[in-house]
């Protein structure tokens, strides 16, 4: 397995918040970033080590490489290399992740409002009944 290059002369600490145009601008050969998951790498020194070559990471260059990076299955091994290469977080991915709980609640609340009027219009119906019958 090829073996990643020294990156500990990075200067960029890895909270730093990126956005999506900022990763965006990093997306040649010359300056290659990606973000996966909520992580942004700097992984222009590893484009000539890549066992699937350079292509396939400029394929995705600055932008989401989460998708394509979790559908190759990388090993453990891999992913702990990875890390060498982090420049920060990306700003939108935990948007998004704060948006999916957001999304989560209303969809339950919004579930909860169902079996509510459910409820309401059994009962309305049981009066109904009850008072025709009675």
């Known amino acids: 397995m090829p073996t990643f290059p020294d990156t500990s002369t990075t200067t960029t600490t890895t909270t730093t918040q990126y956005a999506p ?4 601008a990093h997306n040649t050969e010359s300056d290659c970033w990606l973000q996966i998951h909520d ?3 700097d992984v222009t020194k590893y ?4 066992p699937g070559g350079a292509e396939v990471i400029l394929d995705t260059a600055g932008g989401n490489a989460t998708d394509m990076f979790e559908d190759i299955g990388h090993s453990n091994d891999a992913r702990r290399q990875l890390a060498k290469f982090q420049v920060g977080v990306g700003e939108a991915m ?3 992740g704060k948006n999916a709980v957001v999304a989560g609640v209303v969809a339950g609340s919004g579930n909860q409002m169902v079996v509510l009027g459910v409820a309401i219009v059994g ?3 049981a009066i109904a009944v009850w008072g025709w019958g009675g």
């Open 21 to 24: 145009d900022q990763i965006a």
């Open 39 to 41: 992580k942004v790498y």
């Open 47 to 50: 484009l000539d080590s890549h």
């Open 94 to 96: 935990l948007g998004e």
């Open 123 to 125: 009962v309305l119906l």
